[in-house]
């Protein structure tokens, strides 16, 4: 299984869910884990893309997670140190 994070591009079809016969791009802000679902589906909350990859619509959508297909993953994170300014 996929892990998910914010700032993903994931391409939905009708794979991830029927009403999605037309295919769309979606920008992920987070993974709604806070509702109840289905075995294997899940609650996405993000942005609708457009062909230039610019957001169109902010939406809800409910899909079946093997369905999904990540197309840009984001960075992963690193972990901060603390600069130290001190000079020996």
């Known amino acids: 299984m996929i892990e998910l994070r914010a700032g993903d591009v ?3 079809t009708a ?3 029927v009403q999605f016969a037309k295919p ?3 920008r992920l802000i987070k993974v709604r884990h806070d509702l109840v679902t289905y075995d294997h589906w899940v609650w996405l909350d993000g942005y609708q893309l457009d062909a230039k990859g610019d957001a169109v619509a902010r939406r809800e959508i409910f899909v079946l997670r093997a369905g999904l297909t990540v197309r840009r993953r984001t960075a992963p994170m690193q ?3 603390p600069v130290s300014n001190a000079r020996a």
């Open 79 to 81: 972990s901060r140190r």
């Open 15 to 17: 794979a991830c869910s």
């Open 10 to 12: 994931l391409h939905i």
């Open 24 to 26: 769309m791009m979606f």
